[in-house]
């Protein structure tokens, strides 16, 4: 099993930044692909940025490529996704997933583990 805590969010003006934390326990995810999706009110989850075990290829989704970077650090159990440029259309939930075996890493399907999920909120 595989325990995920996630960290970092808040409360911040339109162009700032954030970066979250999904903390890993239980079980190393070294080996597992990482991400980040998000969930705004009345709103279907949504992909927005994977990475592979590695660290050596990430993927993001149009609407953040450029603003956001998903990192990893695998001797922390610890994956990031520092947010810049921020908009009010990025306020959501934002959940940390893992899994091992990803075929469309925007799929949240597909993803075994969760965390609880923290609140970013983009003021105008």
């Known amino acids: 099993q595989v325990q995920l805590v996630e960290s970092g969010g808040g409360l911040v003006q339109a162009g700032g930044s954030l970066r979250l934390s999904c903390a890993a326990s239980?079980?190393?995810?070294?080996?597992?692909?990482m991400g980040w999706f998000r969930q705004a009110p009345g709103k279907e989850r949504e992909f927005v940025a994977a990475?592979?075990?590695?660290?050596?290829?990430?993927y993001y989704a149009s609407s953040v490529k450029g603003r956001f970077t998903i990192s990893r650090d695998n001797a922390k159990n610890t994956v990031y996704l520092q947010m810049n440029g921020l908009k009010p259309e990025d306020t959501a939930v934002y959940y940390c997933?893992?899994?091992?075996?990803?075929?469309?890493?925007?799929?949240?399907?597909?993803?075994?583990?969760w965390g609880q999920g923290t609140q970013v909120t983009v003021s105008s």
């Open positions: 239980g079980r190393t995810v070294s080996s597992y692909v």
């Open positions: 990475i592979t075990w590695s660290g050596g290829s990430t």
């Open positions: 997933a893992a899994g091992r075996f990803i075929g469309t890493y925007s799929d949240y399907a597909q993803y075994a583990y």
